[in-house]
C-alpha cells in the first residue's frame, strides 16, 4: 500500500491535533478517581492548548532523531533526558537519577524505579510511528529504545503497544486489527494485555462503560486516581493497586474509550477521559490514534478550534539556545515529514520530485509482529528483545552486537560471586576470533579467565552467534560504584569495542 505525501501530512497533522485536544480535555481530571460526565472542555482556553509533558518529551526526541537518524539509541536519548528535559518527578526523576550513577538503560529504567510500570512511556510513542507510517516493526523498535531509559516491564509494553498500533494506524482503520497489531508485539500474559482483554471481554458483555472500567480496574488494579484524590474520599468497591503500577490499568482505559466512543472523536476521549485516574494521558494518546486514523479532516472544529494549532511547552529547558523546537502542529509536521526519508529508506520511501514522495507500508497480517522479519535487532526477534529487559543491556559495533546480560540488579557484595551473560551475534558473514579483556579493581577475581579467545561463528547457515558467562568475585571494596571495562577486539580488523560495567556496592531495596 502507498501513502501520498498529501495524506501523510493530513494523518500526521490529525496525530499532533489529536494529541493536543485529549491532553487538554483530560487535565482537570488527572489523579482524580471516579466517574465524570464531561462531554467538552471544562476550562476557558483563550486559544491555546495546555501545555503538556507528553507531548513537549517527543519535541526533545525529534531533535535527537534528526541529529542521529536511526542511529539512535537509549544511550542517547538518556543524554537528551539530562542536559533538556526539566522533570524530577516519579520515573522521569528515577530514570535520570540512575543515568547520573552511570546505569545505563534498561538498568536506568529499572533499579529503585517505584514508578517503572507506569504511565510516562506509552504517552511518547507517537513520534516513532510517526516516523515510520506503516512500519509497526520499526516504530516498535524506537518505542523500546525509549521506553527503557525510565521504564520497565510493563511500563515497555505499554509504549511498544501504542507504537504498534499508532504506526498500523495510517494504513489500516479497522479498530479490532489495529488492537491485534499492537497485542502481537507484547507478551500475551502482560498487564497490559490483560487490561486490554478485560475491556473487550466487557464490551462484548453488553456491560456500559461505568461497569466495564469497574472491571477493568480490578483486573489490572492501579492506584494513580489516588494521586489527587484521597482514598478515604472515594467510595468505590475498586482495589488500590501497587503504587507505580499504573499503566495496565490506564492503556486500558484508553482502549475503552476507542471502545465504547464507536468511532466518534468526542465521544470517545468524553469516555475516556470520564473514567477518571490519568486522563490527560488516556484521552492524548486516544486523539492522536483517531487523529491518525482519519486524518486531520476527521476532527471536528467543535474541538480543534477553541485550543488552535500551537505547541505549548512544559518540561523542556528553553534556556538551551542550541536548538529549536516546533512551536505549532504545522511546524511538527514538517519536520517530520523533512526526516521520514532518511529515516524510512530508499526501499520504503520513494522520491517522486523535489519534495515530494510516497511511502511503501505494509498492511493487514503483514503489521503483525513476525520474527523474521526482525532484522532491525541482528537478526533477533522483538520477543527475544523484550525478554531481556530490564537487565540485557545492549552495544552495537561495526563488527558485533553485544548484549552483556546483569541477570538481576547490579549490587554487588564483599566475596559474593556476581555472574553476567555476554551474548555477541555477527554482523559479519564471516567468522571471526574475538579478544576479550577485563579491566577490574586490583584484587578482584573473574572467571574463567581475566583474558581468553572467543571464536563468533559466520551470520548465515549457522547462528552467528557465541555466548559466554563471567564471575565476578569483587574483594576490598572501599568504594560505593564500580566502573569496569571489557575490552573486546577482533583478530585482522582495527574495530575496539569498549563495554562499560557499573556495579552498586550495597543491596537491592524492597
Known sequence: MKLSLERYRSKLLGCWLGKNIGGTLGAPFECKRGTYDVTFYTQELGGQPLPNDDLDLQLVWLLAAEKYGRALNARLLGEYWLTHVTPHWAEYGAGKNNLRMGLEPPLSGYVHNLNRDSCGAFIRSELWA????????????????????????????????????????????????????????????????????????????????????????????????????????????????????????????????????????????????????????TAGTLGSILGIIGGIESIPARWAEPLGRSIQTLCIDLADYSFSIPKTVDQLTERVMRLAPSWLGPQVCDVLAPGGYTIEMLEGEALMAHPQRMGVFVKRGFDEVLAHQPFGVARDFHLFHALLDYGSEPYIQEGVPYTLKLTLDNHLSRQQWLSLAWHLPEGWEISPAPTLALPLEQYGATTGRSAIEFTLIPHALRQERYNLVLEIGSQGHIDLALVPVALLVGSPLV
Open 130 to 281: 510517526c516516523l515510520a507510517p506503516g512500519r509497526p516493526d520499526l516504530a516498535v523498535r524506537y518505542a523500546y529504545e525509549d521506553a527503557i531509559v525510565d521504564h520497565a516491564n510493563e511500563g515497555v509494553y505499554g509504549e511498544v503497544f501504542c507504537a504498534a498500533v499508532e504506526s498500523a494506524a495510517f494504513c489500516e482503520s479497522d479498530p479490532e486489527l489495529l488492537r491485534n497489531i499492537g497485542l502481537s508485539y507484547i507478551p500475551a500474559d502482560c498487564g497490559i494485555a490483560r487490561g486490554i482483554a478485560s475491556v473487550l471481554d466487557s464490551y462484548r458483555a453488553g456491560v456500559d462503560w461505568r461497569e466495564a472500567r469497574k472491571r477493568l480496574l480490578t483486573a489490572v488494579p492501579d492506584s494513580f486516581g489516588f494521586l489527587g484524590t484521597p482514598i478515604e474520599s472515594v467510595h468505590e468497591d475498586i482495589p488500590v493497586g501497587p503504587a507505580g503500577y499504573d499503566a495496565p490499568a490506564n492503556v486500558g482505559l484508553m482502549v475503552l474509550g476507542w471502545v465504547y466512543g464507536q468511532g466518534d472523536f468526542g465521544a470517545s476521549l468524553c469516555t475516556a477521559v470520564n473514567c477518571g485516574e490519568d486522563t490527560d494521558c
